[in-house]
């Protein structure tokens, strides 16, 4: 520091330079500087040292603690219940572990939950009926999704908007509530088959409410906003110079689509194909109101089995059969998902 | 794509006249002075007034807004601890079991979390007797844990878009850690909690079945009630709520579209103000001495 | 700024004057600010900063340049605290900090994405760091205003960030590092967000306020152009270690390396073995080159050993006419001219294959250029501007 020009303030390069006004601030920093030293040894106190220790644990703890309680250990219970036997009372099954006498701990575990529904048709029906519902109406979803995510992916920047904020609405609506404007517009008098009728169309209303057509349009107007968000995002950020760059190749439009587009958007495909697939399998809602009576769904027969039969251990079954099911869907679901979120962090 | 823009667009429309016209029908209809769906009766807000009236309906709507406002706001916080920890802890032990816990609810049955819910109350009533009997309180807890996977994965969709050398820089300026996040993370993350709170929010005012399975015989919520009634049949009166809560929502969203819009309209003038006095006043050294 | 900042004398940052080799020797007087010991870091397997020792002096611009990947931004983050070294040790002004949190440490860092803080005013974030030591109110508005009109920011303190251009926001940012008076400040990237014309405006500026606050800085950058432009000293770094220390003219002129020759500047680099070691000469034969290079001063080498011979481009010189020496010079066809409005670059491709840059200056007008595609010309250098690298 001594002996660096002490002359005058001529710099090299015709950078002149004042060495009296230069050397004020950072004589000020020394200044602050040495403040700052001071600080460091006693400036903390208790409590910042308990919040640096434990700090962390805290964050980590609660919401940890919170899902332990409410999300993992409610899933053991359904598990040991399922093997647990029905019986009147409260609560209106058979413990699991049973202290005999002379201090024996006896596990009885009883399969004969699983094993009757595999020997009743109603639940195999039912489980295969529902993987059929979601799985027809994941595709009509694609079908109808994929066209709307790509012309407004397309779109002006401020139609964008507009379009994806009324592709988004509906989700903020009440979902019950527009199952139920189905019913007004399906039903014997409803309104398709009043306009058919007076049109001359058919002399006698055609069955649409409580049957498979209904049930396939409530599930595909519930779920089609989960269906098209996906979409849009994987589509919005194709660069569309792929496209020009196929078609100056080329490709005719609907080609570069199959071959460049489609397959691009895949991730968005399967996303959406997940939130719409994995939800419905388990749908009672809908089922149960615009799929009627018949509809067998295995969602309702959980709903059946636990609120009119009060048979919890069977409802036990039936929903760890049911997450069985669905456990492939639901890590394909989750591999994507992190694998959106480690490109996210990337970018 | 030459011709597929009628295409795209005529898909477009039936998407969203799928996605409309029941909505629509049903407001239309909340003003229709018949009892018959396909009636028009002529105009009328007498539908309105029943519902105004229906005791059950309201007090229901009251524990729903409850149950909402509790949940929610648990949620937000509970859901943003998840997400500092999901995107700013790196490893930590069990956080495979922690990411499985916290995503699973996005897309587990309602049905299966609202058996397994009850379950677990009906077990831990016995066995330490906590919680006594089934109301407002557990479909709170049972809201709680469903609503805080959303908000996480919005919540943490944030924190990914924001830049990590801001809390640095904070850090770098003499803000502890606990100080820098509570200065400057948190107030950045702010638009994020709003719309996890406001999901939350929805997402526990539109929750049927979870609430049916956890809810005690005093603790109705309004989808009960909804739903029982439109179970005996299509009432007016719930074209006249449907009509409510469909505003409702509409409102908020425009108006927080409309805001957000604003800001960037707002941020774009004054960028490009910017950039031209830039370009134009050079701002060549005249400070050197 | 305000009359009690111009008083005294003292020297601790007026740079100092003369030629850049001379700048160095007074430097060599001027205490160590920053001292870093054989520090490593490591993430995993992956080895960022590999046994790197260096010294800082105060006053300084200094500057790391390396490409990406090279560490370069890993060791600046170890100095701002925010990675610890897996070994080693930091020294700021005397103190060892290896431990210390950044924001226990006398130093402040400028980022390459500005880091300004959205929600806050341009004000509010230049006194960020000046409220977190409970400065007084009074003495936080004096120095933010000092800071804001030593950027010429002023007429904009109440703005937000994203209400200012590019330029204005790198400003705001340094005037927030600025702020508490560091002992160093750390600058990574600070100009790559901006465009090229107002990057090379701010090159200057920043070293004019470096000059007047006086306050060491060191830069991290990729440019080396932007390392030439602004900094007193540059250290190079490659895959985690520093290659060469030393001023923008030493690390041109006497690159220790041919990965320093090459990575500084353009360079003809010819493969040869020694041939001739005396103390006053060597002689070095190329397979590239028709005639033996001759250099007039030994280096310590064993005879035979391969070595490299390094020619910067301007130190060429073409003609048709060939030179009467033993030494030094060969023959080609011109394959390309690059006019370039200044300077032009002519392609040689030499007898042997090999292809030789060779770069004139424009001086005339008028002037119409003698030698064109297809020539034959002869390339010769002289001795002393042969630089000779081993490895």
Same mark, same amino acid.
């Given at each position: ?81 399922? =093997? ?24 009885? &575990? ?5 094993? =009757? ?12 009926? +529902? &993987? ?38 509906? =989700? ?41 057509? +209904? ?46 587009? &489609?397959?691009? +958007? ?66 394909? =679901? ?14 | ?114 058996l397994s819910l009850l379950l677990l109350f009906v077990s831990l009533e016995t066995v330490i007797g906590w919680p006594a009997g089934r109301g407002i309180d557990t479909i709170t807890i049972a809201h709680t844990t469903f609503c805080m996977a959303y908000v996480n994965v919005v919540v943490q969709s944030r924190l990914v878009g924001l830049d990590r050398s801001v809390e640095e820089a904070a850090m770098d300026l003499g803000a502890r850690p606990l100080k820098a996040f509570l200065v400057i993370t948190l107030p950045m993350l702010a638009p994020a909690l709003v719309s996890g709170w406001l999901l939350s929010f929805t997402l526990s005012l539109d929750d ?82 | ?47 960022? %900063? ?17 490409? @990406? ?27 060892? #900090?290896?431990? %210390? ?11 390459? @994405? ?21 400065? /007084? ?8 205003? !000092? ?7 002023? /007429?904009?303190?109440?703005?937000? /960030? ?5 330029? !204005? ?33 701010? !090159? ?19 440019? !080396? ?29 006497? /690159? ?12 003809? #680099?010819?493969q040869g073995q020694l041939i001739e070691d005396e103390p006053d000469h060597i002689l070095i034969r190329s397979d590239a080159l028709a005639n033996p290079v001759y250099v007039g001063h030994g280096i310590s080498a064993r005879g035979g050993a391969t070595v490299w011979v390094a020619l910067r481009p301007e130190k060429l010189a073409i003609s048709r006419v060939q030179p009467d020496s033993p030494h030094n010079w060969d023959q080609g066809i011109v394959e390309d001219i690059v006019y370039l409005g200044g300077i032009s670059t002519y392609h040689i491709r030499l007898d042997s294959g090999a292809l030789a840059r060779v770069t004139t200056q424009n001086l005339e007008r008028m002037a119409e250029p003698d030698i064109t595609w297809d020539d034959r010309v002869f390339v010769s250098w002289r001795h002393d501007n042969t630089v000779v690298v081993t490895g």
């Amino acid at each position: 520091m001594s002996g660096a020009g002490e002359g005058p303030g001529h710099g090299l390069g015709g950078r002149p330079t004042t060495g009296a006004r230069t050397r004020s601030i950072a004589e000020a920093a020394w200044a602050a500087a040495g403040r700052d030293g001071e600080r460091n040894g006693h400036g903390r106190t208790r409590l910042q040292w308990l919040m640096a220790r434990f700090g962390r644990g805290t964050v980590i703890g609660i919401p940890y603690i919170w899902l332990l309680l409410f999300f993992l250990l409610p899933f053991l219970i359904v598990l040991k219940i399922s =093997f647990a036997e029905f019986r009147i009372g409260l609560p209106p099954y058979t413990p699991l572990l049973e202290w005999i006498e002379g201090g024996y701990l006896q596990i009885k &575990l009883a399969f004969g939950n699983f094993l =009757f529904l595999l020997d009743d048709p109603l639940y195999v029906v039912a489980y295969l009926n +529902s &993987l059929k519902v979601a799985l027809v109406s994941t595709l009509i979803a694609l079908l109808i999704g994929y066209p709307m995510a790509y012309a407004i992916a397309r779109a002006s920047p401020t139609w964008r908007a507009v379009y994806l904020l009324l592709v988004i609405l509906p =989700f903020w609506t009440s979902f019950l509530i527009r199952v139920y404007a189905w019913i007004g517009i399906l039903k014997n008098n409803g309104l398709i088959n009043n306009a058919l009728i007076s049109l001359g169309l058919i002399d006698s209303p055609l069955p649409l409410l409580n049957t498979e057509v +209904s049930l396939y349009i409530g599930i595909v107007y519930s779920y089609l906003p989960f269906m098209v968000l996906p979409l849009y995002a994987t589509l919005e950020k194709m660069d569309i110079a792929l496209i020009e760059a196929a078609a100056d190749l080329g490709c005719r439009p609907f080609k570069a689509f199959l071959t460049v587009t &489609l397959p691009l +958007s895949m991730p968005g495909i399967v996303a959406g194909s997940m939130l719409v697939f994995i939800p419905a399998v388990g749908e009672f809602v809908i089922p149960d109101l615009l799929g009627g009576a018949g509809t067998l769904m295995i969602g309702k027969v959980l709903w059946s089995e636990f609120f009119n039969n009060r048979d919890w251990p069977v409802a036990s079954a039936v929903a760890i059969a049911m997450l069985i099911f669905l456990v492939i869907p639901i890590v394909v =679901f989750q591999y994507y998902q992190h694998k959106h979120a480690e490109r996210a962090e990337e970018s | 794509m030459k011709r597929s823009p009628v295409f795209l667009y005529a898909m477009l429309a039936f998407g969203f006249a799928f996605l409309y016209v029941p909505i629509l029908l049903l407001i239309l209809y909340s003003f229709n002075e018949s009892r018959l769906v396909t009636v028009w009766g002529g105009f009328s807000l007498k539908w309105y007034a029943e519902l105004f009236r229906n005791e059950q309906m309201l007090n229901a709507a009251l524990v729903s807004l409850r149950v909402a406002v509790t949940s929610a706001t648990i949620a937000t916080v509970l859901g943003t601890l998840s997400a500092l920890m999901m995107g700013r802890f790196g490893r930590f032990r069990g956080r495979l079991l922690f990411t499985g816990m916290i995503t699973a609810p996005l897309v587990m049955p309602e049905v299966i979390t609202g058996l397994s819910l009850l379950l677990l109350f009906v077990s831990l009533e016995t066995v330490i007797g906590w919680p006594a009997g089934r109301g407002i309180d557990t479909i709170t807890i049972a809201h709680t844990t469903f609503c805080m996977a959303y908000v996480n994965v919005v919540v943490q969709s944030r924190l990914v878009g924001l830049d990590r050398s801001v809390e640095e820089a904070a850090m770098d300026l003499g803000a502890r850690p606990l100080k820098a996040f509570l200065v400057i993370t948190l107030p950045m993350l702010a638009p994020a909690l709003v719309s996890g709170w406001l999901l939350s929010f929805t997402l526990s005012l539109d929750d049927l079945v979870i609430a049916s399975f956890v809810a005690g015989p005093a603790s109705t919520t309004l989808p009960m009630v909804v739903f029982s009634s439109v179970r005996l049949g299509v009432t007016p009166e719930i074209n006249a709520l449907a009509t409510l809560l469909v505003l409702l929502a509409t409102a908020t969203i425009l108006i927080a579209a409309g805001f957000m819009w604003r800001q960037e309209r707002e941020r774009e003038r004054v960028a490009t103000k910017a950039l031209k006095t830039e370009r134009g006043g050079s701002h060549t050294s005249s400070s050197r001495p | 700024m305000t009359d009690t900042l111009v008083q005294g004398t003292h020297s601790a940052s007026s740079r100092p004057e003369g030629s850049r080799p001379g700048a160095v020797l007074r430097r060599a007087e001027a205490r160590p600010i920053i001292e870093i010991q054989d520090v490593v870091k490591t993430f995993g397997d992956f080895v960022a %900063v590999d046994q790197v020792s260096l010294t800082i002096r105060e006053g300084e611009l200094f500057a790391l340049l390396g490409g @990406s990947g090279c560490g370069k931004t890993t060791l600046l983050r170890m100095l701002a605290g925010f990675e610890r070294p897996t070994a080693g040790r930091i020294l700021i002004g005397g103190q060892d #900090m290896t431990q %210390v949190p950044p924001y226990d440490r006398p130093v402040n860092m400028m980022f390459q @994405s500005y880091a300004l803080f959205p929600h806050m005013s341009v004000e509010a974030n230049v006194a960020f760091g000046l409220r977190q030591d409970s400065l /007084p109110k009074a003495e936080i508005r004096d120095r933010v205003r !000092q800071m804001l009109d030593l950027v010429q920011l002023g /007429p904009f303190a109440k703005r937000k /960030p994203h209400h200012l251009s590019g330029g !204005q926001r790198q400003r705001v940012a340094l005037a927030r590092s600025l702020a508490k008076h560091p002992k160093v400040l750390l600058l990574d990237e600070p100009l790559a967000a901006l465009d090229k014309k107002l990057r090379e405006q701010t !090159q200057l500026e920043l070293v004019g306020i470096q000059e007047r606050v006086g306050t060491t800085f060191v830069v991290v950058t990729h440019d !080396q152009e932007e390392a030439m432009t602004m900094a007193d000293r540059v250290a190079i770094m490659d895959s985690g270690r520093i290659i060469q220390v030393d001023t923008p003219h030493a690390l041109y002129e006497y /690159p220790n390396t041919r990965y320093v020759a090459e990575f500084f500047g353009t360079v003809n #680099m010819f493969q040869g073995q020694l041939i001739e070691d005396e103390p006053d000469h060597i002689l070095i034969r190329s397979d590239a080159l028709a005639n033996p290079v001759y250099v007039g001063h030994g280096i310590s080498a064993r005879g035979g050993a391969t070595v490299w011979v390094a020619l910067r481009p301007e130190k060429l010189a073409i003609s048709r006419v060939q030179p009467d020496s033993p030494h030094n010079w060969d023959q080609g066809i011109v394959e390309d001219i690059v006019y370039l409005g200044g300077i032009s670059t002519y392609h040689i491709r030499l007898d042997s294959g090999a292809l030789a840059r060779v770069t004139t200056q424009n001086l005339e007008r008028m002037a119409e250029p003698d030698i064109t595609w297809d020539d034959r010309v002869f390339v010769s250098w002289r001795h002393d501007n042969t630089v000779v690298v081993t490895g």
